[in-house]
């Protein structure tokens, strides 16, 4: 069975970081391009950013180009997205998601870890 | 950056009714759509790639069409599990999501 844990969200306030952690189990996880995307409750979805399967190819929307860093360690079977001068806007749940192949096909998603940055 | 528009944004709908959701891009997506439904407190769940192909487990009351800017999602026969919100999403280039048209029983 397929798993995505998240962990690592909270409150932090605005400049801040957190490092978000995803352990994935149940599939072969160095076979698959990996994203995050996020959510404010009771809002719609916007995709985040995206890593190859071997963590040398990354995309980012344009809202956290430049802040947020996705990357994996296909050993320990984990994703990763640090964030840092993190913005009230980047407030919302982060979803970790498994890709479909090559394409942005979000076939298996975690549970989601809140972040709100607030002071 | 590419845009999807959905309408309606809510659609009030009774059990047995069939139903139409619209999705457009803002420029050619090909045949590059997914859909997905989320239910209060869930995550989203894949029910449709590439515009028509329906993932594996997803009732065949759904069925979805389209190509290049205008795009649907149908259910045909609504049942009480339904009633959830739904999500167009491009993968042309990176990925866009639609604000997603909620489904609520009438």
């Known amino acids: 069975e397929v798993q995505l844990v998240e962990s690592g969200g909270g409150l932090v306030q605005p400049g801040g970081s957190l490092r978000l952690s995803c352990a994935a189990s149940?599939?072969?996880?160095?076979?698959?391009?990996m994203h995050w995307v996020r959510q404010v409750p009771g809002k719609g979805l916007v995709w985040v950013a995206r890593?190859?399967?071997?963590?040398?190819?990354?995309s980012y929307a344009d809202s956290v180009k430049g802040r947020f860093t996705i990357s994996r360690d296909n050993a320990k079977n984990t994703l990763y997205l640090q964030m840092n001068n993190l913005a009230v806007e980047d407030t919302a749940v982060y979803y970790c998601?498994?890709?479909?192949?090559?394409?942005?096909?979000?076939?298996?998603w975690g549970q989601g870890t809140p972040v709100t940055v607030s002071s | 950056d590419i845009q999807m528009t959905q309408s309606p944004s809510t659609l009030s709908a009774s059990v047995g009714d069939r139903v139409t959701i619209t999705c457009r891009a803002s420029?050619?997506?090909?045949?590059?759509l997914a859909w997905y439904q989320q239910k209060p407190g869930k995550v989203p769940k894949l029910l449709i790639y590439?515009?028509?192909t329906l993932e594996s487990g997803v009732p065949s009351r759904f069925s979805g069409s389209g190509s290049g800017t205008e795009f649907s999602l149908s259910i045909s026969s609504l049942q009480p599990d339904d009633f959830a919100t739904y999500y167009c999403?491009?993968?042309?280039?990176?990925?866009?999501f639609g604000q997603g048209t909620k489904l609520e029983i009438k």
């Open positions: 998601i498994r890709g479909r192949g090559v394409i942005n096909v979000f076939d298996y």
């Open positions: 149940g599939f072969t996880f160095s076979n698959y391009w």
């Open positions: 890593t190859d399967s071997w963590g040398s190819g990354t």
């Open positions: 420029q050619s997506i090909s045949s590059w």
């Open positions: 590439k515009a028509s």
């Open positions: 999403q491009q993968y042309d280039t990176y990925a866009t």
